[in-house]
C-alpha cells in the first residue's frame, strides 16, 4: 500500500511547495489536500492521479477527518481577519488534535510546520502561532516532529514590485543595512519537511522531534539589495526601516494588531534579538537541515521581466 499524506492546509505556501515534492517523489504516496476551497488546488495537482483536494476548514473541527492517513502535515495559518492570532491558532491546533484523536485508523506521524524562534513563549510576534500550535500538538500521535524554518526567501518577491519606481528602490526590515538574519528557500523547505513525512514509521529518537531548517548562509539587507541587482541587473537604491518604525511601516499594509505582531516578530531577528541571540544555535543543532539555495537563485526564479 503506497504511504497516505494529508496536507492541510493545503493552499499555504509550505503546503503547495511539499505536495509539489511529494507527488514527484520516487516513493509515490497518495497525498489528499485539504482546502477551504478546493477549487484553489493547482491544475497540475488535480490532474496528478495520486492526488485528491478535499473541502476542509481547520477552523471547523467536524471538517476534518484524517482517517486511513499515514501522515498529516499541518501548516498553522496565520488569521488577517480581525481575530486574535493566539486564540485562533489555539482553536485550530485543538481541532487538529481532535481529528488526530478520532481518526480510524489514526496517523502514525504528524508533522507541524513551525518556525525559527517559536521555542520562545513571548517576544516572538506573530510567531505565537507556531509556538501555541506546538505546544497543543507536541503528544498528538505516536510520531511527532516538529519543523523549525526562518524566513522564506520568496517572501522577498515583493522587491520586484517595488522596484518599478523611477529610480528603482526597495524597503527593507532588517536593519543595520549588513546584519544578516536566516533565510531559506521553500525549495530547501518543502524538501525538507517531505522527507520527514516520506519516512514516516521510521523511529525517532523523541517525541515530539524538533529540527531547524536554514539556508546555506543568513542574509543581510545588502545581500538582498546585491542579489536583486544581480538578477534585474539595474541599480537599486535601499532604504532600510529603523527599528522603532516597524509598526508604522506594516501599519500600511495590515490592521494595526498584525502590525504590532510583525514588528515583533521583525525585531526578534534584529541584533539583541531573540531569534538573532541563538543563530549559533540553529546553525549548529545536530539535527538542523541545512539547505542550499542561495538567495539569488531563489529571487531569480521569481523574477519575471
Ligand atoms: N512566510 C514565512 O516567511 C514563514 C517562515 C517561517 C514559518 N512560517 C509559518 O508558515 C505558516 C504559514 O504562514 P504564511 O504567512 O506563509 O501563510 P500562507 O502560507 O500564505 O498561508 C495562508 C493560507 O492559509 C489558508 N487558511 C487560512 N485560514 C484557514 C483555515 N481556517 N482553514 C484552511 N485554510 C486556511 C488560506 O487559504 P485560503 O484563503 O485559500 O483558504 C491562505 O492561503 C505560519 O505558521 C508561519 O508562522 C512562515
Given at each position: 500500500m503506497p504511504l497516505q499524506i494529508t496536507v492541510?492546509?493545503?493552499?499555504?505556501q509550505a503546503g503547495t511547495a511539499v505536495i509539489r515534492v511529494l507527488l514527484g517523489s520516487e516513493t509515490a504516496p497518495v497525498v489528499r489536500g485539504y482546502y477551504r476551497?478546493?477549487?484553489?488546488?493547482?491544475a497540475d495537482f488535480t490532474s496528478h492521479p495520486s492526488f485528491e483536494a478535499v473541502k476542509a476548514d481547520?477552523?471547523?473541527?467536524?471538517?476534518?477527518d484524517f482517517s486511513g492517513s499515514d501522515a498529516v502535515f499541518y501548516v498553522p495559518p496565520p488569521t488577517y481577519?480581525?481575530?486574535e492570532n493566539g486564540e485562533v491558532a489555539r482553536q485550530n491546533a485543538v481541532n487538529v488534535n481532535a481529528a488526530l484523536g478520532a481518526?480510524?485508523?489514526?496517523?502514525?506521524r504528524l508533522l507541524v510546520f513551525s518556525?525559527?524562534?517559536?521555542?520562545?513563549?513571548?517576544?516572538i510576534g506573530i510567531l505565537k502561532i507556531n509556538h501555541i500550535s506546538d505546544d497543543v500538538l507536541k503528544?498528538?500521535?505516536p510520531e511527532v516532529v516538529i519543523a523549525r524554518p526562518p524566513y522564506?526567501?520568496?517572501?522577498?518577491?515583493h522587491v520586484f514590485e517595488e522596484i518599478k519606481t523611477d529610480p528603482p528602490v526597495f524597503h527593507s526590515v532588517?536593519?543595520?543595512?549588513?546584519h544578516q538574519v536566516p533565510m531559506a528557500s521553500l525549495t530547501d523547505i518543502s524538501n525538507a519537511c517531505a522527507q520527514k513525512l516520506l519516512e514516516t514509521g521510521q523511529e525517532l529518537p523523541?517525541?515530539?522531534y524538533v529540527f531547524y531548517i536554514t539556508g546555506p548562509r543568513n542574509y543581510s539587507s545588502l545581500d538582498v539589495k546585491a542579489a536583486a541587482e544581480e538578477v534585474t541587473g539595474k541599480k537599486i537604491d535601499l532604504v532600510t526601516i529603523p527599528k522603532d518604525d516597524l509598526v508604522t511601516f506594516f501599519s500600511k499594509q495590515v490592521g494595526a494588531p498584525i502590525a504590532a505582531e510583525l514588528a515583533e516578530m521583525t525585531v526578534a531577528t534584529l541584533p539583541g534579538g531573540l531569534i538573532a541571540k541563538d543563530l549559533h544555535v540553529y546553525d549548529n543543532d545536530k539535527n538542523t537541515y541545512k539547505g542550499r539555495v542561495e538567495l539569488v537563485d531563489a529571487l531569480r526564479r521569481l523574477y519575471k521581466t
Open positions: 492541510v492546509p493545503a493552499s499555504t476551497d478546493p477549487a484553489k488546488a493547482p481547520v477552523s471547523d473541527g467536524p471538517t476534518l481577519d480581525g481575530r481518526a480510524k485508523p489514526s496517523p502514525k518556525a525559527m524562534g517559536a521555542e520562545h513563549s513571548s517576544g503528544e498528538s500521535a522564506f526567501q520568496e517572501s522577498l518577491a532588517f536593519s543595520p543595512a549588513d523523541a517525541r515530539p
